[in-house]
Structure formats: structure tokens, C-alpha cells
T-cell receptor
Framework: GQNIDQPTEMTATEGAIVQINCTYQ??????LFWYQQHAGEAPTFLSY??LDGLEEKGRFSSFLSRSKGYSYLLLKELQMKDSASYLC??????????WGAGTKLIIKP | DAMVIQNPRYQVTQFGKPVTLSCSQT?????MYWYQQKSSQAPKLLFH???????NEADTPDNFQSRRPNTSFCFLDIRSPGLGDAAMYLC?????????????FGPGTRLTVL
């Protein structure tokens, strides 16, 4: 079956760095997406990886290892506004997104 | 600005009373999706349209129907809402047909069933 695993909740301190991990199992693979979702709002696109390695975009970076079925989202210089859920989604061979349940990130002052 | 719009943002309906949620897009994307998302859960794909081609997920209840009268608009009809249908309903769009196909979401409609 197809499956996405990510931690349910994480806590970090303002100004620090946090890494949110995601493992996936899909029928075929066409890329890995990360979305940010604030409470009561829609997901917003953060990053897309299809090749192995690290993609950096400002304070946020995303990493992919296809051989390990593993990705992480790295958030640097955490701000209070980064408190949100972070959803990992893998695209399968039919171009369908398989979604994780999201990691709720709590930022403390 | 090009965007995905959902109306209404909040919808309250009675148990068993039909309700329609709407979505429109100015991105001129080929694909439109409807997701259901309950608290602390992953978005669950209900169905999607690739242009006029309708694709229903196998486990989407018959109670949920959709219409796409043109490229810009897509509707979600819930024929007889039950208490278990209370959720956030998300509309998303994408260009379609490639592995870099990013989905862009509207703000969502939160449905309450009384």
C-alpha cells in the first residue's frame, strides 16, 4: 500500500533550527512536496524535490533521498509565525498526491 | 492576482439538507480537485477533473457529487449531509500532466452539519 509517515507534533524555540522528517512508500514516484498549513487555513506550497539532495529556499530547505524513501524539511531562524502544520505529500506514478497527516510545529519564545 | 476562490468560507447546513460548495480559479489550470480534510488528518481526495474528464476516488461516497461546467468553475454537491461530513473542504488546481505538477489551494470551506 501507499503510505506517508511523519511525526505528529514537534516543539522548537524561536530562533532555533528544526528538522521535520517524512518517509514515504508509493507505487512509483514523481516527486515529494512540502506544504505549510496554518490552523483553519488551506495548505500553501513550500517546496518540491524529485532529485536527490538539498534544495534551499530562504529559511526553508528540503532534502530528498529516493533510495531511502526519505525527505526532511529544515526550518532555520524560527519565527513565531512558523507555528503551523507541515504536510508531506509524495506523487505516485499516476501523478496522484499521497498525503501525510501533517506535523504540528509549536514554536515557543 | 491569479488565484483559487472558494465560497462560502463557512457553511452551516442541517442534517440531510443538500448543500453546494463552489470553487473558481483564474489560473486557467486544467485540473481541479476536491479534498475533504478533518482536524489533524491528511487531506482526502474525493475526486478531480482533468478538463472535462471526471475521476472519482474509489472510496468517495455516492453522497458526494461534482460538476465542472467550464474551466473556471467546479462545484461540490453533498446530497444528504451527515454529521460525519462536517469538515474543511479544499479545492485545488494544477496545470496537469507532469511530475512537477504543483497543486494550489483555495482558502477552503468549513462545513458544519447540525
Amino acid at each position: 500500500g501507499q503510505n506517508i509517515d511523519q511525526p505528529t507534533e514537534m516543539t522548537a524555540t524561536e530562533g532555533a533550527i528544526v528538522q521535520i522528517n517524512c518517509t514515504y512508500q508509493t507505487s512509483g514516484f514523481n516527486g515529494l512536496f512540502w506544504y505549510q498549513q496554518h490552523a483553519g487555513e488551506a495548505p500553501t506550497f513550500l517546496s518540491y524535490n524529485v532529485l536527490d539532495g538539498l534544495e534551499e529556499k530562504g529559511r526553508f530547505s528540503s532534502f530528498l533521498s529516493r533510495s531511502k524513501g526519505y525527505s526532511y524539511l529544515l526550518l532555520k531562524e524560527l519565527q513565531m509565525k512558523d507555528s503551523a502544520s507541515y504536510l508531506c505529500a509524495a506523487m505516485d506514478s499516476n501523478y496522484q498526491l499521497i498525503w501525510g497527516a501533517g506535523t504540528k510545529l509549536i514554536i515557543k519564545p | 492576482d491569479a488565484m483559487v476562490i472558494q465560497n462560502p468560507r463557512y457553511q452551516v447546513t442541517q442534517f440531510g439538507k443538500p448543500v453546494t460548495l463552489s470553487c473558481s480559479q483564474t489560473l486557467n489550470h486544467n485540473v481541479m480537485y476536491w479534498y475533504q480534510q478533518k482536524s489533524s488528518q491528511a487531506p482526502k481526495l474525493l475526486f478531480h477533473y482533468y478538463d472535462k474528464d471526471f475521476n472519482n476516488e474509489a472510496d468517495t461516497p455516492d453522497n458526494f457529487q461534482s460538476r465542472r461546467p467550464n474551466t473556471s468553475f467546479c462545484f461540490l454537491d453533498i446530497r444528504s449531509p451527515g454529521l460525519g461530513d462536517a469538515a474543511m473542504y479544499l479545492c485545488a488546481t494544477s496545470r496537469g500532466g507532469s511530475s512537477t505538477d504543483t497543486q494550489y489551494f483555495g482558502p477552503g470551506t468549513r462545513l458544519t452539519v447540525l
